[in-house]
């Protein structure tokens, strides 16, 4: 069992920037692949980046160049530090981690985007 608790959101002017963190419990971080999700009020979740245990990543075209996403094995947190936002990044942003196949949320954290 994996469990995960989100934080870091708020409300930021267009252009401005945040850092989400992902703080998650259980011995199996470190072999965790750690996911980052978003759903925009109206719309399906969508993907917004990846870490591998590898520290592989991988980002949403839509976020690429803005967002960094990392790992910290040591404190079991997975960073999203989100720069340059715009209106259209509003949005509940959920973490996820997949441990031996099997994937686990978080409740999400609400950033909200001003212009």
């Known amino acids: 069992q994996v469990q995960l608790v989100e934080s870091g959101g708020g409300q930021v002017q267009a252009g401005g920037s945040l850092r989400l963190s992902c703080a998650a419990s259980?011995?199996?971080?470190?072999?965790?692949?750690m996911y980052w999700f978003r759903q925009a009020p109206g719309k399906e979740r969508e993907f917004v980046a990846s870490i591998g245990w590898t520290r592989i990543t991988y980002y949403a075209d839509s976020v690429k160049g803005r967002f960094i996403i990392s790992r910290d094995n040591a404190k079991n947190t997975v960073y999203l530090q989100m720069n340059s936002l715009n209106p259209e990044d509003t949005a509940d942003y959920y973490c996820?981690?997949?441990?031996?196949?099997?994937?686990?949320w978080g409740q999400g954290t609400q950033v909200t985007v001003s212009s």
């Open positions: 996820k981690a997949v441990v031996d196949g099997i994937g686990y």
């Open positions: 259980g011995r199996t971080f470190s072999t965790a692949a």
